[in-house]
């Protein structure tokens, strides 16, 4: 037996090999999967060096304990949690072009129902070198090609290699505070820290800081408010006179357009429309259609968005409000506004399981009185579920007869969710679509999804129509978010005119705008110029029913309002207005682009400069007392004139149909539903659709039984 082979055949020996494996896979991982921007020596040789530490530290546990079996079997489970970590990192890295935190991987448990096939769309071939290792080393051990050694380890030697470790962390905390100084005290982005110091060490890192994090908001009292107050009041903008109050009294409809980006409107493929149907709704005379708004969503995705559009607060830097937060916060939101100072009834609709994002707790919070989730809808039917939640078509054309039993005037929401990453679609869904053939599939199916949707809301329209809801409505339509992420943009940049080699920040940019549609008869509609974002559409809708948002907590301005502000602030700290693009990079360092141009201006005067500054300064001072607001739950201490404190132990979920049956027999003549306005007679019948789960019958309310519809 050689000296390699006497090695192996020692403990040390292999928790050594386990530790150069896990290293080397992280390695190439930093390359090959992460963009961590890995240029200079110094950093290639920290990148080499970080893995080795706290691998060591790790896996030197197992040497500690004195029985060999168990020593082996802990060593094993502490390389595949390693594993498992690392492989975590690089899938929601492809789709999220970030690293899991503390929170992300605690709420994984509320998000993660029907994530399956979502994961497997992310997976490739060549992931396999992550986890072959693992298999043949088990498969050596089983067969007693690598022995278990008997012998305990001096303890001197496992404490030599744990200070070792130490030591050797150390040092590589030197050499990255050498490279980049204030590394801890000065993150400009979470990549740093896994660059300089690893994934385990941003783990741990992002761990304390969410338990420092609660700490603050328990320490937080009614003088925290005060600052918040003051910049509210500051950035306040007065409703435009001329809308002001146009939308008094009608119904308000919320469309969630599920990762639709702006750029699909008037887009055509094959010389195909791709949207004609939103197409002819964002040129439509009644159409407020706002052609320079952006997502402005962080970790959180939908959720994030949601949380701007109905609180006009911005999510938090990591996690999500709703999975982290909301359960237990205090909300001021756009059902609860609406409810107590116009009486509006409200509801959602969406397909999907109560508990994705934790909606089920959050939507009382915020005040909403229904919540029609996936235990309400006809899901028996084949292929009629995406994994997030029943196709668009059934899910709307089944939500007509909840609809039509809202007292009015009422404010819903229905959450779209086809058009969802990895944009898989049905071919009988397709109707004849040609996708466009670019190198990447997920481009491709991503056109198809968003025609599918297009249809969708065609079909919603016609019967909010038929049905005589669309005259005494506002319709407001949103794309929550991006679709395609920046790693898709250099195969999308072809359809879009653009040689990918010169597709840069600025792009990436520009194409996070994403549809703001209201639309409603007789509204002095057109295409509007001035630039805004989903923190900017709840005083935008609350002034346009006639509400009054002087002295709410929003965070964002009335588009129609002369005094809106029109700078957006993104999550990531970028920034986009009329004149300017900022890009806040990864070393810290800001790029400044003309918006017009799309030109880098590359030695900026002191005026731009000071103006620049001046609101890079404002997003700062923004997102930071929104993040307050949330993280400290500061509603709690403050309470508008007028507005009462949700109590959401009076909201019930379950058995809704009862509870909405018995509201309307209450009110008998007085009853304002359009069911009763119908003399009783339901309008499901004016809902017609294509959907092939039904062959393009018309949808009944009789469609599935009673106890899909009661039982949960």
């Known amino acids: 037996m050689n000296k390699k082979e006497k090695l192996l055949t020692t403990r040390f020996g292999f928790i050594s090999l386990l530790t150069i494996l896990i290293a080397l896979k992280t390695i190439f991982a930093y390359y090959f ?21 706290t691998s060591i530290l790790l896996l ?11 020593s082996y079997i802990l060593t094993l489970i502490i390389y595949f949690v390693e594993t498992l970590i690392l492989y975590g990192n690089i899938i929601y890295y492809r789709q999220f072009t970030d690293f899991l935190s503390f929170n992300t991987i605690a709420s994984a448990g509320k998000v993660s129902k029907g994530l399956g096939s979502s994961t497997f769309n992310l997976m490739q071939y060549h992931d396999i070198i992550y986890w072959i290792d693992l298999i043949i080393i088990i498969f050596l051990l089983i067969r007693g090609i690598i022995k278990l050694d008997s012998r305990p380890v001096k303890r001197i030697t496992a404490i030599a290699t744990t200070i070792f470790s130490i030591a050797l962390f150390c040092f590589n905390l030197a050499l990255a505070e050498t490279n980049r100084p204030q590394l801890l005290g000065r993150t400009f982005d979470r990549s740093y820290i896994v660059k300089y110091l690893g994934l385990n060490s941003f783990l741990v890192y992002d761990t304390l800081k969410t338990a420092q994090n609660d700490a603050v908001r328990s320490t ?10 003051n910049y509210v009041d500051k950035h306040y903008a007065e409703p435009n006179i001329n809308y002001y109050g146009a939308a008094n009294g009608k119904n308000i409809i919320v469309i969630h357009l599920e990762s639709f980006q702006q750029f699909l409107i008037d887009f055509k493929v094959n010389n195909q429309e791709v949207t004609p149907f939103l197409n002819s709704l964002y ?15 962080g970790q959180g995705k939908t959720s994030d968005a949601e949380t701007m559009m109905e609180n006009s607060l911005y999510g938090l830097p990591e996690g999500s409000v709703f999975t982290k937060l909301g359960p237990d916060n205090t909300f001021q939101a756009a059902p609860a506004i609406l409810n107590q100072q116009k009486g509006y009834t409200s509801a959602v609709f969406h397909g999907n399981v109560a508990s994705f994002w934790s909606r089920n707790s959050v939507y009382k919070n915020f005040g909403y009185n229904y919540f029609f989730d996936q235990s309400y809808y006809d899901t028996s039917m084949n292929n009629s579920s995406t994994e997030y939640g029943l196709k668009d078509k059934l899910l ?29 679609l049905d071919e009988e869904d397709n109707s004849g679509f040609i996708r466009p053939q670019t190198d990447s599939q997920i481009v491709n199916n991503y056109f198809a999804t968003a025609h599918y ?21 506002m319709i407001v339509l949103y794309g929550d978010h991006y679709g395609l992420s920046d790693s898709d943009n250099k195969s999308l940049s072809s359809l879009l005119g653009k040689e990918p080699s010169t597709w840069n920040n600025f792009d990436n940019a520009q194409l996070q705008r994403v549809p703001f549609m209201i639309n ?26 006639g509400i009054p948002t002087k002295g709410y907590i929003q965070f964002g301005t009335d588009l129609l309002s002369n005094q809106h502000n029109g700078n957006v602030i993104f999550r990531n700290k970028n920034i986009v207005n009329k004149n300017y693009t900022i890009i806040h990079n990864k070393d810290g360092k800001t790029d400044i682009y003309n918006s017009k141009n799309g ?9 731009l400069l000071k103006e620049i500054t001046k609101i890079q300064n404002d997003r700062n001072e923004s997102l930071s007392l929104s993040d307050k607001v949330n993280n400290m739950n500061l509603l709690r201490f403050y309470t508008p004139i007028g507005f009462t404190p949700v109590d959401p132990t009076q909201y019930d979920y379950f058995n809704q149909m009862q509870q909405i049956e018995k509201i309307r027999n209450q009110l008998g003549v007085k009853s304002t539903s359009v069911y009763s306005k119908n003399k009783n007679q339901s309008t499901t019948n004016d809902y017609i659709t294509d959907a092939p789960e039904i062959n393009g019958d018309r949808m009944t309310i009789d469609t599935f039984s009673s106890k899909n519809k009661e039982t949960h």
């Open 33 to 53: 999967e992460f963009n961590l921007g890995i240029a200079d020596p110094l950093q290639h040789l920290i990148a080499i060096i970080n893995p080795f530490a």
């Open 60 to 70: 030197s546990i197992g040497l500690y304990i004195k029985k060999e079996k168990i």
């Open 220 to 229: 937080a009292d009614g003088t925290d408010i005060t600052p918040v107050l």
């Open 283 to 297: 040129h439509d005379n009644n159409t407020l259609a706002f052609k320079n708004f952006f997502h402005q969503v």
């Open 396 to 424: 709307l054309s089944q939500s007509a007869k909840y609809l039509e039993q809202l007292q009015q005037p009422f404010y819903t929401k229905f959450i779209t969710v086809t058009n969802h990453y990895a944009f898989p």
């Open 453 to 473: 949707l297009d249809s969708s809301i065609k079909e919603f329209f016609d019967y909010l129509k038929k049905s005589g809801i669309y005259d005494n409505s």
């Open 520 to 545: 409603m008869k007789g509204l002095k509609g057109g295409i509007q110029n001035q630039y805004g974002g989903e923190i900017d559409a709840l005083p935008t809708i609350l002034h346009l029913a």
């Open 599 to 607: 030109l880098l201006i590359n030695n900026p005067n002191k005026k």
